[in-house]
């Protein structure tokens, strides 16, 4: 049975880039994104990861190898926050926005990196976008990990896509784009469960798993990132 340490470790280092849940003991350096709990009038903030469907892959290609994977879409994710007002939420895409190019470099794992963001104007109240692309020496050997921020009222939606190439980490764009134009809070109940099959609340933005727009992704995991669950819940 093979076993896909890379994918294992990009997904690590795309949960690291992202604010922890809790404050931690330094103090951010500018740009730096702060812990979610710093954020003023944050009221809620979850988050879900979609990856390739490997179980499924291997029973249909039993010598199935990880070179096969990464041909594509490796890692899907959205996060989802919601502020008590309106102008908290801007002032938390703000910070977002600042902090997200800064850090995007530090994201590079040898190779040939590039930053690049662009304004979208037709998404939300407020849309931008921002993609590292790194290439090594091989030729057509490359990566591109896309963000996609949006503000909606008093919820901010953040949504990256890690893919082989530039034109499949648009991906992220159209999930970003679902969640803003068909998602929405589902009431006050929510049900946590942490393999990504979550519903109610504001996991009610989510697509559902046969939903298009995933192109064929699985949910890999759920995080409710806050408030945090307490450890004696």
């Not at 703000?94 to 190019?101: K, P, Y």
């Not at 159209?174 to 504001?202: H, K, M, P, Q, W």
């Given at each position: ?8 470790i ?30 003023a009038g944050?009221e809620?903030a979850v988050d879900?990861?979609w ?8 029973a ?12 594509g879409v490796?890692v ?5 926050i919601?502020?008590?007002t309106?102008?908290n939420?801007t002032?938390?895409f ?5 902090g997200l190019g800064a850090?995007l470099?530090?994201m590079?794992?040898?190779g040939?990196?590039t ?5 979208v104007?037709?998404?939300g109240d407020a849309?931008s ?5 790194t290439?090594?020496g091989?030729?057509g050997?490359?990566?591109s990990l896309?963000?996609l921020l949006v ?6 939606l953040?949504?990256?896509?890690l ?10 764009d159209?999930?970003?784009?679902y969640l803003?134009d ?5 009431g ?5 469960v942490?393999?990504?099959g ?6 009610g933005?989510?697509?559902p798993?046969?939903?298009a727009v995933?192109?064929g992704l ?10 945090t669950?307490s450890?004696?819940a």
């Amino acid at each position: 049975m093979i076993r896909f340490h890379r994918l294992g470790i990009l997904l690590i280092a795309m949960l690291a880039l992202l604010p922890a849940a809790s404050a931690g003991a330094q103090t951010p350096a500018p740009n730096e994104i702060p812990p979610l709990d710093e954020f003023a009038g944050i009221e809620a903030a979850v988050d879900r990861t979609w990856g390739p469907d490997l179980a499924a892959m291997m029973a249909a290609t039993p010598d199935l190898q990880p070179e096969d994977v990464e041909m594509g879409v490796t890692v899907l994710s959205a996060m989802v926050i919601r502020f008590d007002t309106d102008a908290n939420a801007t002032a938390g895409f703000d910070t977002f926005q600042a902090g997200l190019g800064a850090q995007l470099l530090d994201m590079a794992q040898g190779g040939t990196p590039t930053v690049s963001d662009e304004p979208v104007s037709d998404l939300g109240d407020a849309a931008s976008a921002v993609t590292l692309s790194t290439t090594t020496g091989t030729p057509g050997e490359e990566t591109s990990l896309r963000f996609l921020l949006v503000r909606e009222g008093r919820y901010l939606l953040l949504v990256y896509a890690l893919a082989a190439t530039a034109d499949q980490a648009t991906v992220a764009d159209d999930l970003a784009r679902y969640l803003t134009d068909t998602g929405e809070e589902e009431g006050d109940e929510a049900i946590f469960v942490a393999e990504g099959g979550s519903s109610g609340g504001l996991w009610g933005f989510m697509p559902p798993e046969d939903d298009a727009v995933l192109g064929g992704l699985v949910p890999i995991s759920d995080e409710l990132l806050y408030p945090t669950p307490s450890v004696n819940a």
